[in-house]
């Protein structure tokens, strides 16, 4: 989706922190997503976020929105080996039935 | 629930050879999807499905055709592979609300020799 950018790579060392980064063009967002794909399995649904917010946490996950820069990301805390996967971001916008999304962003964490 | 499931896991075709993937959810979902996955190309929208009977065409749907005669199950048919449609294939379905996740099957991984 060329609405959706996002970094190819990110190498982080276990136990830092790790952040994901986005973009997006479409002003007309209602809710951002986080997906997470491990080897060989199909995308499974981190956390979301309704545009009309700035931040969300949940546990280890904070998202932050920054809607005047159509910027997202997803913050991970305390990073572990298990986080190793390649993460998605992907928009809903109002009037499209489907999601758009990004071309994904491979998290390598080492030991 | 299963949830979705997608059929086969894995498939070798040859060029011009015709296969047909099917796409079941048992979660009552309105909508459903096909997508192909590529390196570094992310998730591409092949078509998609809002409901019992219709269809639509994603972003590359050239190559594809789909069905959706019953509510549970989508069908990606292929009626003449080529190299170029060698990839890795997700369904997905979601009920219908703009919040609503969208749920997705374990992939096809198929090559066209």
């Known amino acids: 989706g060329e609405d959706v950018e996002q970094s190819l790579f990110l190498s982080v060392r276990e136990g830092d922190s790790s952040v994901i980064n986005c973009t997006y063009t479409?002003?007309?967002?209602?809710?951002l997503y986080w997906y997470k794909q491990e080897p060989g399995a199909g995308l499974q649904l981190l956390t979301y976020i309704f545009s009309n917010m700035d931040m969300k946490q949940d546990q280890r996950l904070t998202v932050l929105l920054n809607k005047k820069d159509k910027h997202l990301s997803l913050r991970i805390a305390d990073t572990q080996t298990g986080d190793s996967a390649i993460y998605f971001c992907?928009?809903?916008?109002?009037?499209?039935?489907?999601?758009?999304f990004g071309s994904g962003t491979r998290l390598q964490v080492q030991p | 629930n299963a949830g979705v499931t997608q059929t086969p896991k894995f498939r070798v075709l040859k060029t011009g050879q015709s296969m047909t993937l099917l796409c079941a959810q048992d979660m009552n979902h309105e909508y459903m999807y096909w997508y192909r996955q590529d390196p570094g190309m992310g998730l591409r929208l092949i078509h998609y499905?809002?409901?019992?009977?219709?269809?639509a065409k994603g972003e590359v749907p050239d190559g594809y055709n789909v069905s959706r005669l019953k509510k549970q199950n989508f069908l990606l048919g292929l009626e003449s592979a080529a190299p170029s449609q060698t990839s890795v294939y997700f369904c997905?379905?979601?009920?219908?609300?703009?919040?609503?996740?969208?749920?997705f099957g374990p992939g096809t991984r198929l090559t066209v020799l």
């Open positions: 992907a928009e809903n916008v109002a009037g499209r039935r489907a999601l758009t």
């Open positions: 997905a379905s979601r009920l219908a609300g703009d919040r609503d996740e969208q749920f």
């Open positions: 499905s809002v409901g019992e009977g219709t269809t």
């Open positions: 479409d002003s007309s967002s209602t809710y």
